[in-house]
C-alpha cells in the first residue's frame, strides 16, 4: 500500500511569489492535515480537510489556504510569500479522525524562500 | 494560547538505558495524547497514543504515563537502542476538532551504542 506522497520535495521562491503543494494520500484515506515544520517554532496545524470540507484550520494567515479534491487529494497554496514561510510543509492523511485513526505522514514539501 | 511544554530539548542515553521524555499541557479539553517519531528527511510517524482515562499504555519498549491531575505525560522508552535515535515529539489533541493540535518543540534523542 502506497504511503502519503508530496509534491514536489523541494521548492525555491522568491518573495511576493505563490506557491501550491500537492498531497496525495492513501488510498482510502479521506482526512488530509497539513502543518507547517520550522526549527523556531516547530509542528504546527495549517489545517484539516475531510470530504472536501475544511474542517479545521490552525491560526495561520489567510496567505495560506487549502482544498481537497473528491478523490481526496489535497492542495494548499500559500500567496504573496515571505521569508518566513520558509519551512518543511507536511501533509498527513488518516481513514476519517485524526484522533482515532492512524495519521500518516509524507515526507514533506521543503520550501526555501528567498 | 494552548501550549504543550516538552522537555528536554535533546537527550544522550547509552544502548540499554531508559529514555525518558516529558510533556506538560494546559488545556483540560484536550483528549488525545499522541508521540511522534521523526527520522532525518523523514515525515513524522506515529509511535504510541493515550487518552486520559488511562494512566499507562505500553507497547513493546514503548511506555506512555499519563497524569490527569497535573496534566503531565511522559515516553519512556526501555531497553533504548541505537535505531532509536530520533526526534520525538509529544502533541495534545481534541476529539471532533473542538481544537487544533499542538505538538511540543520536539526531543532529539541519542542512543550511544
Known amino acids: 500500500k502506497a504511503g502519503v506522497t508530496q509534491t514536489p520535495r523541494y521548492l525555491i521562491k522568491t518573495r511576493g511569489q505563490q506557491v501550491t503543494l500537492s498531497c496525495s494520500p492513501i488510498?482510502?484515506?479521506?482526512?488530509v492535515s497539513w502543518y507547517q515544520q520550522t526549527p523556531g517554532q516547530g509542528l504546527q496545524f495549517l489545517f484539516e480537510?475531510?470530504?472536501?470540507?475544511?474542517?479545521n484550520k490552525g491560526n495561520f494567515p489567510g496567505r495560506f489556504s487549502g482544498r481537497q479534491f473528491s478523490n481526496s487529494r489535497s492542495e494548499m497554496n500559500v500567496s504573496t510569500l515571505e521569508l518566513g514561510d520558509s519551512a518543511l510543509y507536511l501533509c498527513?492523511?488518516?481513514?476519517?479522525?485524526?484522533?482515532?485513526?492512524?495519521?500518516?505522514f509524507g515526507p514533506g514539501t521543503r520550501l526555501t524562500v528567498l | 494560547q494552548q501550549q504543550v511544554k516538552q522537555s528536554p530539548q535533546s537527550l544522550i542515553v547509552q544502548k540499554g538505558g531508559i529514555s525518558i521524555i516529558n510533556c506538560a499541557y494546559e488545556?483540560?479539553?484536550?483528549?488525545?495524547f499522541p508521540w511522534y517519531q521523526q527520522f532525518p528527511g523523514k515525515g513524522p510517524a506515529l509511535l504510541i497514543a493515550?487518552?486520559?482515562?488511562?494512566s499507562e499504555k505500553k507497547e513493546g519498549r514503548f511506555t506512555i504515563s499519563f497524569n490527569k491531575s497535573a496534566k503531565q505525560f511522559s515516553l519512556h522508552i526501555m531497553d533504548s537502542q541505537p535505531g532509536d535515535s530520533a526526534t520525538y515529539f509529544c502533541a495534545a489533541d481534541s476529539s471532533g476538532g473542538s481544537y487544533i493540535p499542538t505538538f511540543g518543540r520536539g526531543t532529539s534523542l541519542i542512543v550511544h551504542p
Open positions: 488510498s482510502g484515506h479521506r482526512s
Open positions: 480537510y475531510f470530504s472536501e470540507t475544511q474542517r
Open positions: 488545556n483540560t479539553a484536550f483528549d488525545y
Open positions: 498527513a492523511s488518516s481513514w476519517e479522525d485524526r484522533d482515532t485513526d492512524t495519521q500518516y
Open positions: 493515550i487518552r486520559p482515562d488511562v
